[in-house]
């Protein structure tokens, strides 16, 4: 059951209340209670003093009889109990009973007090008398020896009915005192409650978005602050939220107008948000009858909207490795690029779909395009050089300089068609490796021996550093001496003092690593990332002079990929350049 804070102020203050009055109460009746006890005894110790002087002379003379009628006739004056006790305890006289029908007191606690000297004092049940009695006992002595003891002693009862009465008034203060401050806790404890009732109900309004709700409390103290400080923050929450509805908008109509499709997904991968394009892309792959709207699509799996497993390797790829990844995928025969990236706080994913159809349909183009021309001029390249060489033979030597000039460009044009050729079947993948075992050492050997002759017509060093037991590797010989011959070429073409140093090891045991490095003229940084694609050379002229074609690391690349490696290039400028190719292999 739901306890307001009035009710528990309230029964916070009555609890004290009570607690302080039940406190007050018990410790009031029992200092007064001693208060009483002791006056009484002090006035019964004064009592028996004045007793004495009258009972000594008549205890000194052995005067019983008149002993015990003194004290009669003095008890029943002052309504006090008086009892003269021997030192061997037996009862002389009492003012209540027969002391010859009185049992020994030599015993008793205030007796034994007042027989040693002193005076002695006891609260008690009495019974002879059989009721409740206070006892002042002290003893009667001459010449320094104690001969006797007087006690004198009144009933409790007298107290008692003085304490009742006492206790009766008390009672009815208390009660007053604790009904003026109930009334008091009641108003203290609805002055607290009402100002934060309001200001609940304010924040209730608030949360079910009424940001117009206010609390105007009339109190300057704490809860005033409080009020004050709970309207500027509703109106600071207003103005924020206004804002932030108005972001929201804009931020919608941005997402809605993005041509490329747009996917947010939780780290459960499930749809947190998509936008019109990937509804129309999706609605383009599975057709239904009805149109499906975006947010139909929220809360569902991504796979079951769309049922394309390489954006699935994608995704679970980027989720596995917390890294942004890109890739093409192919829905309802258009092409686009899906660039996923991660969402480290959220571990989500957003995927965006690039439609790269017709990019991919004008690379198809300009691929077929080079091919049909590498090949309609490859038959009249080679029958210029034909001819210049029937020439050769038959011109005089001052007109020959001019046919080795159309001889060595014919070369080159030739080469350029040629690596065109088989670079276009290498990114189709027309190219069928011829999977065999291949000896690594051997096959760097014989590249080796083919620039002997070059490497010292330029004065260069050419070491082979092969790990013992290199082993063998899986993989097309023809195509992986083509891939070092393009990558020693290049070394020994763009170094001119130095060495060009090749280097095979083992990688653990999933591969072998390869290292080709120069002390070449380098490679500037902003060029590294363009040097492996088509036709992309440093330097224009120095590679035209050296007759480069600008296709060889293009080609180098693919043969690369074909056996399912990888390709790094390391370059500093001045320093010489170092590439570094790890091909998978079974180790033999």
């Not at 110790?45 to 005067?63: A, Q, S, V």
């Not at 948000?273 to 792959?285: C, T, Y």
Request: glycine share 6%; net charge neutral; aromatic share 6%.
């Amino acid at each position: 059951m739901k306890r307001s804070i009035f009710s528990r102020i309230f029964a916070g203050y009555l609890l004290i209340v009570f607690a302080l009055s039940g406190l007050i109460l018990i410790f009031s009746f029992k200092t007064i209670k001693d208060h009483y006890i002791d006056t009484f005894t002090a006035n019964l110790k004064n009592l028996g003093i004045i007793l004495k002087l009258k009972i000594t002379p008549l205890l000194e003379e052995n005067r019983r009889v008149d002993l015990d009628n003194f004290v009669k006739k003095w008890g029943k004056e002052i309504n006090t109990r008086i009892t003269v006790i021997a030192p061997d305890g037996e009862v002389y006289a009492d003012s209540e009973k027969d002391p010859s029908s009185m049992e020994n007191h030599r015993d008793r606690p205030e007796v034994v007090k007042a027989l040693e000297g002193g005076i002695g004092r006891s609260l008690r049940y009495s019974s002879t008398v059989k009721e409740d009695m206070l006892y002042v006992a002290m003893p009667v002595e001459k010449e320094g020896k104690v001969i006797g003891v007087v006690r004198v002693s009144i009933f409790l009862k007298q107290i008692k009915a003085l304490m009742q009465d006492l206790r009766r008034r008390i009672s009815e203060v208390a009660l007053l005192v604790i009904i003026v401050s109930l009334l008091g806790a009641a108003l203290f404890a609805r002055s607290l409650s009402r100002p934060i009732r309001d200001l609940a109900r304010a924040s209730h309004r608030v949360a079910a978005g009424d940001f117009d709700a206010r609390v105007f409390l009339k109190s300057k103290d704490e809860l005033g602050e409080l009020g004050k400080s709970f309207n500027y923050m509703t109106e600071k929450i207003k103005t924020l939220f206004t804002d932030l509805a108005l972001q929201k908008e804009e931020l919608d109509s941005i997402i809605f107008s993005i041509q490329e499709g747009l996917l947010v997904l939780d780290k459960e991968g499930k749809i947190v948000l998509s936008n019109e394009s990937f509804r129309k892309i999706v609605q383009e792959e599975v057709p239904s009858s009805r149109s499906v709207s975006v947010s139909e699509y929220r809360g569902k799996f991504y796979w079951e909207v769309v049922r394309e497993s390489r954006l699935g390797e994608l995704v679970e790829e980027v989720r596995r490795k917390k890294e942004n990844l890109s890739g093409e995928i192919e829905l309802n025969g258009r092409n686009y690029l899906c660039s996923a990236t991660f969402l480290g706080a959220r571990e989500g994913i957003i995927v965006v779909l690039h439609d790269i159809t017709e990019f991919k349909k004008l690379e198809k183009m300009k691929k077929d395009f080079v091919v049909n021309v590498s090949h309609e001029l490859r038959t009249p390249l080679t029958a210029i050089k034909g001819f210049v060489e029937t020439l050769e033979e038959e011109i005089d030597q001052q007109q020959k300089h001019y046919l080795e000039v159309i001889k060595k460009h014919t070369e080159r044009l030739i080469n350029i068609v040629q690596d065109l050729l088989l670079l276009a079947r290498l990114e189709e993948k027309e190219v069928a490796l011829e999977w065999e075992e291949v000896n690594l050492k051997n096959l760097i050997e014989d590249v080796a021996r083919i620039f002997e002759e070059k490497v010292k017509d330029k004065g260069l060093t050419l070491r082979l550093e092969v790990e013992e037991d290199i082993g063998s590797i899986k993989g097309d010989t023809f195509k992986l001496e083509q891939m070092f011959i393009n990558l020693v070429d290049n070394a020994v073409k763009y170094t001119e003092k130095g060495e060009v140093k090749i280097s095979l090891r083992r990688e653990g045991s999933v591969g072998v690593k390869i290292e080709i490095q120069d002390t070449g003229i380098g490679i500037p940084a902003e060029h590294l990332e363009r040097i492996f694609e088509r036709f992309y050379v440093v330097n224009k002229s120095r590679s035209r002079r050296l007759g480069g074609t600008g296709l060889g690391l293009s080609i180098v690349r693919h043969i690369v990929l074909l056996h399912n490696g990888e390709i790094n290039v390391e370059s500093t400028p001045g320093a010489g350049s170092k590439f570094v190719i790890i091909l998978p292999a079974s180790l033999s």
